[in-house]
């Protein structure tokens, strides 16, 4: 272990992109922002940008992953882009194959396909999502271990042999694929850990959203994980929230319109687009919701530029990592250009260094 007076070194750093959409922005500013923040990411030498599948939310634009990962790669040179995750029980596993297949066609060596098991919306929004493709019962999730098969075995550049009717057809998500994408099982429970060590898999704990149980759910993938032909040992990182700025008091009121958001969210309260930093400030906080403010704050990495640095190069070595997806929380002061998210490209420059 690091002694107190030698911080440890920083892992590499990759970035979670949820695409938020703050109260001056429309969805299109929203997207140009993230895109010039991949290209900040880019720019600094990061290793990969994900983008989250999340519907019938209006403060995240993150809706359709493969689309923007094609906006996302088109407008960067060498960073791995990928999905953090696709929601797989909402598609068709030849969709999803079909869509990463041709990604990866486009930009060799480049994409990652991350896959959860979770709807990431309400359960109207789940029903309008898998109808006619599970339609509101559990099937699909119950399936999802042979979902994660096909997916697998559909991009596969031999393609896939399949029987219907009693005779063989072979089907291909992609002509003459000459390579696949990195697929990763991401989860916030035990269940995608178990699965992923079963089938060899890299896997991601949501410790940016839980904060909890990530050294069993890491540790039961390491102990149970079973080598497969694409890896041969464990492969993981850890993911994280954090606003950075150049003093304590900045990184906090930067910080406090996704505090807001994430508090509206676990306690049902009505959800909004992110609020700027101005109006966040007005906004009274019960006492009876001070406590889960305070806890989320307590997980995140809100800081200096040292202190965070020192902080996230702690937690990969609590739990064994060597990379750190950053969920660049910050939000906006009143009159930054809307197609822009400059204190988020901050906290990315900061933590770089």
Known sequence: MSSAATPPPLPALSVLDLV????????????RASVELARVADGLG???????????????????????IGLLASATERIRVGSGGVMLPNHAPLVVAEQFALLEAAFPGRID?????????????????????GGVTDEAVTRFPEYVENVLAMMDTAGVAVSVGGRRHE????????????????????????????????????????????????????SSFRPSPENAEPRTFLTVNACVAETQEEAERRALPQLLSMLSLRTGAPLRPQLLVEEAEKVEIPEAHRGLVDAMRGKW????????????????????????MINPVPGAHEGTDPADSPARAETLRLLAG
Request: hydrophobic fraction near 40%.
């Open 301 to 324: 990495i809100i800081g200096t530029p040292e202190d965070a640095r020192r902080r996230i190069g702690q937690l990969a070595e609590a739990y064994d990592v060597d990379e750190v």
């Open 171 to 222: 089907l291909h998500a992609t002509p003459h694929a000459r390579s696949v994408p990195t697929v990763w099982l991401l989860g916030s429970s035990d269940y995608s850990a178990r699965l992923a060590a079963d089938k060899g898999m890299p896997y991601v704990f949501a410790h940016h959203f839980s904060g909890q149980g990530t050294s069993e759910a890491l540790e039961l993938y390491r």
């Open 46 to 68: 990061l290793t990969r940008y994900w983008v989250a599948e999340h519907h019938n939310m209006p403060a995240v634009a993150a809706t359709n992953p493969p689309v923007l």
């Open 113 to 133: 396909l991350g896959i959860g098991r979770a709807p990431g919306t309400d359960p109207v929004t789940s029903w309008a999502l898998r109808h006619g493709a």
């Open 20 to 31: 938020p959409v703050r109260t001056d922005q429309a969805t299109g500013d929203a997207i």
